[in-house]
């Protein structure tokens, strides 16, 4: 049994270097995924942005074409004003005129607020394309180096797993079986060494019947609140770090 369990560590190390590499990709690739999450977002903002900034210009245009209708209007007011001779329509004709004069005022007021508002948007839109364009760039570049990285380490993914497979069939295949099974455990550590009477994989404490027999190593001793092997590397002549 001495010799499964010297087995047993020796593909656990081929399992954790595995393990290491996949979880290295997928962490990176984890964080290039948040990174496209905010710089989608952002984008939205932008998008709002724009639309806003499109509604107010289109605004600002209405009012300039208000006022120079208005204007308009206020001249054909004045001509009708003076050729007015009845003083009671004098007085109605210049309180029309009044009125336009007062709605032109409003409308330029208006007008000149809203050419401020457009042009701290324009700012703030320039602003935003600027940082999105450089945080795309920054994301494709990213992906580009993730994109290879994971090429180049499938490759000695597979270099491992082939070794890594070939080794195990060097191990008793009910004893295989039960270590497969308990590389599903959160830290893929299906073998776990015994330190005094504690599982380093739980940091629960074993029985003394079950350290009795991790150190007699005549059978397979699992820990009773995780199920790793457990061992003792003095022992079994190995160490898993």
Same mark, same amino acid.
């Given at each position: ?33 948040? !990174?496209?999450? #905010? ?9 709002? =942005? ?5 509604? #107010?210009?289109? *605004?600002? &245009?209405?009012?300039?074409?208000? +006022? ?17 001779? *009845? ?10 005129? &009044?009125?336009?004069?007062?709605? @032109? ?6 007008? +000149? ?8 948007? *324009? ?8 940082? +999105?364009?450089?945080?795309?760039? #920054?994301? =494709? ?5 993730? !994109?290879?990285?994971? !090429? ?12 890594? *497979? ?17 590389? $599903?455990?959160?830290?893929? #550590?299906? @073998?776990?060494?015994? !330190? $005094?009477?504690?599982?380093? $994989? ?9 350290? &009795? ?13 995780? $199920?790793?092997?457990?061992? +003792? ?9």
């Amino acid at each position: 049994m001495n010799d499964e369990l010297i087995k047993l560590v020796t593909l656990q190390k081929f399992d954790k270097e595995i393990n290491d590499i996949n979880k290295h990709i997928k962490n990176s690739s984890g964080k290039l995924e948040e !990174d496209k999450k #905010r710089l989608m977002k952002a984008k939205e903002q932008l998008d709002w =942005k724009i639309n806003e900034l499109r509604a #107010r210009k289109l *605004d600002s &245009e209405k009012i300039e074409s208000f +006022i120079a209708s208005s204007e308009e209007t206020y001249k054909s007011y004045n001509y009708q004003l003076m050729a007015l001779k *009845d003083e009671k329509a004098y007085d109605t004709m210049k309180t029309q005129l &009044e009125n336009t004069r007062a709605e @032109i005022n409003e409308k330029e007021n208006t007008g +000149i607020e809203l050419l401020n508002t457009i042009e701290e948007l *324009d700012k703030t839109v320039t602003l935003y394309t600027e940082k +999105i364009n450089a945080e795309d760039e #920054r994301i =494709k570049g990213l992906q580009e180096e993730i !994109d290879l990285e994971a !090429d180049v380490r499938a490759e000695e993914v597979s270099e491992k797993q082939n070794k890594r *497979d070939e080794y195990a069939k060097m191990i008793d295949a009910k004893v295989l079986v039960q270590y497969e099974k308990l590389l $599903g455990l959160p830290d893929s #550590r299906a @073998i776990a060494e015994l !330190d $005094g009477r504690s599982c380093t $994989g739980c940091y629960s404490e074993a029985t003394l019947e079950d350290v &009795e027999n991790v150190k007699l190593q005549t059978k397979i001793v699992n820990c009773n609140v995780c $199920g790793r092997i457990l061992y +003792i590397p003095s022992v079994a002549g190995q160490s898993d770090n």
